[in-house]
């Protein structure tokens, strides 16, 4: 967990003090060649921004000027538009990204802000920037790593958010990473954010796409870092929109399960071998419920399910060796595989199951071939041995594949 800046309520009264010798909002904006380091830098990522750049730049300034404290406005800009010189000629720092994505906008941006605070935001006037104070209190204060305003918390303006995105994107997706990741938030896509220095050097943060939003709360739910919200206004953008509903949805929840993969593979497929080795059972020993019973057929279709989750699982293993998620899964049966189980480990017993079933499996061969090939009866056993030949088969190369990626 990154290390709270803590800071008694003297510290910051006079800190403000110190900082309050501006007589105008706009003497709080500092430009880039200042002397002074700002203590908040207020970034922007910008694509064809002219019609809400100006409005958000004078409320940063306003926000300064309530706070009592100097920042800069870094404004990451793409546009082919007035854009860039309307952000210089209101005293923000334009800077161009050298590869495209709205992730890399920001962390291009962010490597180049000089203030021991950091704030986020989108240019288009959907956020009203008076309301980082409230945001930027709690970090200061050391109440929070992060700090989030809520719109679903707060009020949403008519035409601000398109119902899809109100009722099913945007609860859909905090859901998602509040049950994967523990974050504990209400609007997990939020777009305006502070948070200090500290905290976003901790997270380590490397998307370069629109789930740079998403890897955020992640990081930091993983990290132990403390994420508090207040309710915001979201209000009806300035301009063209340039978010791409599904496509960048889809983004999201790929890169949420990618790095979790106890939930992509190790729950689902543990779920299924019990279940399929549950219904095995039940059909072996022809067991009735409600009137209705377990056959053959029954075997047949659990051994498949027990084959299929062994497999599955097996990934979420693989994906927490060599894919260093996120969240790293927790189960009690990846956990003991990773910390106990070695190739020797692994193989032995796949190799004995499969040999088990090669000994039943050989018998029924010999029996085909001394009754002169004549079809042979469809018997339990017949199951169970091809069961056990294909799972030593699948434990036995997994071990060693496991062993291969660990090296």
Not at 120 to 143: C, I, Q, W
Not at 382 to 387: R, S
Request: proline letters at 4%; aromatic letters at 10%; charged letters at 20%.
């Amino acid at each position: 967990m990154a290390t709270r800046e803590s800071t008694t309520g003297a510290e910051i009264s006079r800190s403000a003090n110190d900082e309050s010798s501006g007589e105008t909002p706009d003497s709080y904006l500092l430009p880039q060649d200042s002397e002074r380091t700002p203590t908040l830098s207020v970034v922007m990522p910008t694509l064809n921004e002219e019609d809400g750049i100006a409005e958000c730049i004078e409320r940063v300034k306003a926000a300064l000027a309530d706070l009592q404290v100097y920042g800069e406005v870094v404004v990451s800009d793409s546009s082919t538009d007035r854009t860039p010189e309307i952000a210089r000629e209101r005293g923000a720092i334009v800077v161009s990204p050298d590869e495209p994505g709205y992730g890399y906008a920001y962390q291009y941006a962010f490597a180049r802000t000089r203030g021991r605070y950091i704030a986020m935001g989108d240019a288009d006037t959907t956020y009203d920037f008076e309301e980082l104070p409230k945001l930027f209190e709690l970090v200061r204060s050391g109440d929070a790593d992060m700090a989030m305003g809520s719109r679903l918390e707060g009020e949403i303006e008519s035409g601000a958010m398109p119902p899809l995105h109100r009722y099913v994107g945007n609860p859909l997706l905090t859901k998602f990473l509040n049950v994967f990741y523990q974050a504990g938030v209400t609007d997990a896509h939020s777009g305006m954010r502070v948070f200090s220095r500290d905290a976003y050097e901790e997270m380590n943060l490397g998307t370069d796409g629109m789930e740079f939003a998403s890897e955020m709360i992640m990081e930091a739910g993983a990290r132990g870092l403390t994420i508090a919200e207040e309710p915001i206004t979201y209000h009806e953008r300035a301009g063209e929109a340039t978010l791409e509903s599904f496509r960048d949805g889809w983004r999201h929840v790929r890169f949420m399960l990618v790095n979790a993969p106890g939930y992509l593979f190790s729950v689902p497929g543990a779920a299924l071998a019990v279940v399929g080795t549950a219904v095995m059972f039940f059909g072996l020993l022809d067991v009735s419920f409600g009137g209705t019973s377990f056959g053959i057929h029954s075997l047949v279709g659990g051994s498949l399910m027990t084959l299929l989750g062994t497999q599955v699982s097996a990934f979420g293993v693989f994906a927490a060796l060599a894919g260093d998620p996120i969240r790293r899964p927790r189960d009690p049966v990846t956990e003991f595989v990773l910390d106990h189980v070695q190739l020797e480990h692994g193989a032995s017993f796949g190799f004995a199951l499969f040999a088990a079933g090669l000994v039943f499996v050989t018998a029924m061969v010999s029996r085909w071939v001394t009754n002169d090939f004549a079809r042979l009866p469809f018997v339990e056993g017949n199951v169970l041995a091809l069961t056990a030949v294909v799972l030593g088969l699948q434990i036995t190369f997994q071990s060693f594949f496991l062993s291969a990626i660990e090296n």
